[in-house]
Nanobody, 118 residues
Framework: QVQLVESGGGLVQPGGSLRLSCAAS????????MGWYRQAPGKQRELVAE???????KYADSVKGRFTISRDNAKKTVNLQMNSLKPEDTALYYC????????????WGQGTQVTVSS
C-alpha cells in the first residue's frame, strides 16, 4: 500500500511564494518518477513538474523559471518550490508517483489547495 501525503498549500498574494511537500510511504522505490499535477475548476488535470530518480526534471511551460521540483530518495519526499505565483496558478495540486515502466504502478495524493489572490 502506497500513500502520498501533501502539505504546504494555502492562500498567497500574486507574486508570493509557497512550498509544497509530499511524503511517500509504503512500497515505493527510488526508481519511481515523482511529480506534481494540478487541476483548476473546469479544467483537466495537468502536469506541473516531474523529477526522475536521477534528478532529471520536466516542467510545464507555464511554470518554467518560477517553480522548482526536488526530491530526496532516502526520505521518499518530493517538494515543489513555487515563486512569483500568479492567479492562474490557483488549483488543487496533487502529488504523484509512478513506475517508469509499469503504468499500473501509479499513485496519487489527496491534493492540497493553492489559491493565488489579492
Amino acid at each position: 500500500q502506497v500513500q502520498l501525503v501533501e502539505s504546504g498549500g494555502g492562500l498567497v498574494q500574486p507574486g508570493g511564494s509557497l512550498r509544497l511537500s509530499c511524503a511517500a510511504s509504503g512500497s515505493i522505490f527510488s526508481i519511481y518518477l515523482m511529480g506534481w499535477y494540478r487541476q483548476a475548476p473546469g479544467k483537466q488535470r495537468e502536469l506541473v513538474a516531474e523529477v526522475t530518480s536521477g534528478g532529471s526534471t520536466k516542467y510545464a511551460d507555464s511554470v518554467k523559471g518560477r517553480f522548482t521540483i526536488s526530491r530526496d530518495n532516502a526520505k521518499k519526499t518530493v517538494n515543489l518550490q513555487m515563486n512569483s505565483l500568479k492567479p492562474e496558478d490557483t488549483a488543487l495540486y496533487y502529488c504523484n508517483t509512478k513506475h517508469p515502466g509499469y503504468s499500473h504502478l501509479e499513485y496519487w495524493g489527496q491534493g492540497t489547495q493553492v489559491t493565488v489572490s489579492s
